[in-house]
Each structure stands twice: as structure tokens, then as C-alpha cells.
């Protein structure tokens, strides 16, 4: 089992920047892959970005360039770093990792951007 518990969400105007935390607890050691979605009100959860263990990083189109996925191993925990913020990024963003074919989820952090 893996326990993941994210942080950094808040209220930002658009343009600016904030940087999401997803701790990861548990049989870390088997993890394939890290990664974040969304889900803004009134829509489908969204893929946002993946990093893959061996290192391959995938961003949606739609926060390439703004975006930024990382991993600090030591403190088994996975970053989104959101820059260029826009009102369309409001949502709730879930960490998720994979092991094999199962997936764990975050409960999720709120980030919203108005001004």
C-alpha cells in the first residue's frame, strides 16, 4: 500500500505561481511512476503530468512550457512546480502514482486562480 498526502494549494492571481508537494509513504520502493491530474468544477478529472522513475517526463498540452514535474527521491516526494497561472488551472489537483497496473491517489489540494 501507498499513502500520498499533497500540499500547496491556495488562492493565486493569474500570472503567478505556486508549487504543489505529494509526500509518499509506504512500499515506495516499487513505484513505476509519479504523476498529477486535475479536476476543475463541473468537468472530468484530467490528466496534467507523469515522471517515470527511469526518468521520462510527459506534460498535457495544455501546461507544457508552464508546468514543471520533479522528484526529490530522498524525501520520496513529487512536485509540480505552476507557473503562469491562469483561471482555467483552478481545480483540484491529485497526486497519483503507479505501481504496475494499480494506482494510488492523493485526496487532493485546491488551487484556485482569480483575481
Known amino acids: 500500500q501507498i499513502q500520498l498526502v499533497e500540499s500547496g494549494g491556495g488562492l493565486v492571481q493569474p500570472g503567478g505561481s505556486l508549487r504543489l508537494s505529494c509526500a509518499a509513504s509506504?512500499?515506495?520502493?516499487?513505484?513505476?511512476?509519479m504523476g498529477w491530474y486535475r479536476q476543475a468544477p463541473g468537468k472530468q478529472r484530467e490528466w496534467v503530468a507523469t515522471?517515470?522513475?527511469?526518468?521520462?517526463?510527459n506534460y498535457a498540452d495544455s501546461v507544457t512550457g508552464r508546468f514543471t514535474i520533479s522528484r526529490d527521491s530522498a524525501k520520496n516526494t513529487v512536485y509540480l512546480q505552476m507557473n503562469s497561472l491562469k483561471p482555467e488551472d483552478t481545480a483540484i489537483y491529485y497526486c497519483?502514482?503507479?505501481?504496475?497496473?494499480?494506482?494510488?491517489w492523493g485526496k487532493g489540494t485546491l488551487v484556485t486562480v482569480s483575481s
Open positions: 497519483n502514482v503507479r505501481v504496475l497496473t494499480t494506482y494510488y
Open positions: 515522471l517515470n522513475i527511469g526518468g521520462r517526463i
Open positions: 509506504g512500499s515506495i520502493a516499487s513505484i513505476n511512476a
